[in-house]
């Protein structure tokens, strides 16, 4: 069964993400980074945009990316910060502790690339 923004926000409450009864202001706030959360997801998996829904496999993905878009998060893969910066041969090295670090909370292309659709 496809899951709808009320799941995400169910599931956003049963995590302490937010208040058991939010205010009709506060759920507005809340349906529409939701909402930019799925059409995201929908632009990367090439799913209609007029989806309503998500199927079940991404639904938790869809749960944690609206929350990090909601906090201010970005929905892309860090390289790190910069480490050195070489000009001979130009080379570039990123301090990948950092990257170690926050990639598992923000990368969801591995659940996502399983949606994905070549077309």
């Not at 938790?60 to 860090?78: D, M, N, R």
């Not at 910066?85 to 950092?98: A, I, L, Q, R």
């Amino acid at each position: 069964m496809a899951k709808t923004v009320s799941d995400v926000l169910t599931e956003w409450t049963a995590r302490g993400y937010i208040a058991t009864s939010p205010s009709a202001d506060d759920t507005a706030k809340y349906t529409s980074f939701i909402n930019q959360a799925l059409q995201s997801i929908c632009a990367y998996c090439k799913l209609p945009q007029d989806m309503t829904g998500l199927p079940d496999g991404l639904f938790y993905a869809w749960v944690e990316i609206s929350w990090s878009i909601f906090k201010g998060g970005v929905f892309q893969q860090s390289s790190g910060t910069v480490k050195s910066v070489s000009e001979g041969d130009t080379s570039v090295t990123f301090n990948t502790d950092t990257n170690k670090a926050t990639a598992p909370i923000i990368d969801y292309s591995s659940t996502l690339n399983a949606f994905r659709r070549l077309w």
